[in-house]
């Protein structure tokens, strides 16, 4: 079964602060990775879209990497907001049936 | 900035009754799912739908579940016969090309639908 598992589950930083999330999958085989924004009560704002053969994409103070070898993605935030507060959802499609799997989420508190 | 709609906000039904979520996607999108988020658990995907058909559904759009796009601006998602777990919070999105061409996904923002 394709799963997505995300952690930290919860995450507290200072404004101002850096913080890296992380996603491993076990999505067999692979179409492409997102990372999504969730404010609370609200829908889902892409961040940022990886296929296969990309290692590293950046949106603004958002940076993602993906090392498909391995499984294995990462979400950082560069001098982190306090907007920057909500949950952080990766997903990943599987080829073939572009069905996406998502994951729990990680929850980011940034706090003044 | 176009954005995708959705109707109502929150809903309250009967249990048995049938419902009709309704979403208006972004004009020149031609791509459209729906998914549903139970309360403190995960984004679950529920159908994808293109040229007038479902192009994907998950095992939880059962023969109770069904969409159309009734004209050329709305999308529907109508469950005949709510349960209890059918209360959630419904997405409706779109795209303007498939999930596959790494299109980006435009979420509106939700029906929360309570199953009494």
């Known amino acids: 079964k394709n799963q997505v598992e995300q952690s930290p589950q919860s995450l507290i930083i200072l404004e101002g602060k850096n913080c890296t999330l992380q996603c491993n999958y076990t999505v067999s085989p692979f179409s492409n990775l997102r990372w999504y924004k969730q404010d609370t009560g609200r829908g889902p704002v892409s961040l940022t879209i990886m296929t296969f053969s990309e290692n590293t994409k950046s949106n603004g103070r958002y940076t993602a990497t993906l090392d498909a070898d391995t499984k294995q993605s990462s979400l950082h935030i560069t001098a982190s907001q306090l907007s920057d507060s909500a949950s952080y959802i990766c997903v990943v499609s599987e080829g073939g049936s572009y069905i996406p799997t998502f994951g729990r989420g990680t929850s980011l508190i940034v706090h003044p | 900035e176009p954005e995708v709609t959705q109707t109502p906000s929150h809903q309250v039904t009967q249990m048995g009754q049938e419902v009709i979520l309704r979403c208006v996607p972004i004009?020149?999108?031609?791509?459209f799912y729906w998914y549903r988020q139970i309360l403190g658990q995960k984004v679950e995907f529920l159908v994808s739908f293109y040229n007038n058909e479902i192009s994907e559904k998950s095992e939880i759009f059962d023969d109770q579940f069904s969409v159309e796009r009734p004209d050329g601006s709305n999308f529907t998602l109508k469950i005949r016969s709510t349960k209890l777990e059918d209360s959630a919070m419904y997405f409706c999105?779109?795209?303007?090309?498939?999930?596959?061409?790494?299109?980006?996904?435009?979420f509106g923002p939700g029906t929360r639908l309570l199953v009494l």
């Open positions: 999105a779109s795209s303007e090309a498939g999930y596959w061409r790494q299109e980006t996904q435009y």
């Open positions: 004009s020149n999108h031609l791509y």
